[in-house]
């Protein structure tokens, strides 16, 4: 399950920033130094759901499971294929990498490969961009 911070619910503690190891959680620019989930760098882990004091970091529906429901590398078609979670991105067209198992170099599924298959979260990134707050 993906997840969102709740910006009415957050009291900007930071428990939930040094729970997490990919640095997905940031500091918004607001006064009260909010946090926010960066979708470009969260694996969801939801190591961070417990961490929060307020209840305020929720499933966020809009964005598929990395590796999970919604990603086309959960299929057995794909199965051989490793995503670079964001960590890499294609220059041309910012969706995440992709390797198969025997190659050594991560490539963009459109671009480099020809897929008509990438990351569905590049998708929906470019219509639900980093930083829109999410509704309770």
Same mark, same amino acid.
């Given at each position: 399950?993906?997840?969102?911070?709740?910006?009415?619910?957050?009291? !900007?503690? !930071? *428990? @939930? =920033?040094?729970?997490?190891? #990919?640095? *997905?959680?940031?500091?918004? =620019?607001?006064?009260? /130094?909010?946090?926010?989930?960066?979708?470009?760098?969260?694996?969801?882990? /939801?190591?961070?759901?417990?961490?929060?004091?307020?209840t305020a970091i929720v499933p966020d529906e809009r964005f598929?499971? @990395? =590796? /999970? +429901? !919604?990603c086309p590398l959960h299929s057995q078609r794909l199965a051989?294929?490793?995503?670079?979670?964001?960590?890499?991105?294609?220059?041309?067209? !910012?969706?995440?990498?992709? +390797?198969? #198992?025997?190659?050594?170099?991560?490539?963009?599924p459109k671009c480099d490969s020809g897929r008509k298959v990438?990351?569905? +979260?590049?998708?929906?990134?470019?219509?639900?961009?980093? /930083? +829109?707050?999410?509704?309770?």
């Amino acid at each position: 399950m993906s997840f969102a911070v709740l910006q009415d619910r957050c009291i !900007g503690c !930071g *428990a @939930c =920033d040094f729970a997490c190891h #990919t640095d *997905a959680l940031v500091k918004t =620019d607001s006064f009260l /130094g909010l946090f926010e989930i960066n979708p470009y760098t969260c694996d969801d882990c /939801g190591v961070c759901v417990s961490k929060c004091p307020e209840t305020a970091i929720v499933p966020d529906e809009r964005f598929p499971v @990395c =590796d /999970g +429901r !919604g990603c086309p590398l959960h299929s057995q078609r794909l199965a051989d294929t490793e995503c670079a979670i964001w960590q890499q991105r294609c220059p041309s067209c !910012g969706t995440t990498l992709w +390797r198969e #198992t025997e190659a050594t170099e991560f490539v963009c599924p459109k671009c480099d490969s020809g897929r008509k298959v990438s990351c569905p +979260r590049t998708r929906l990134l470019e219509t639900i961009p980093f /930083g +829109r707050p999410v509704a309770d």
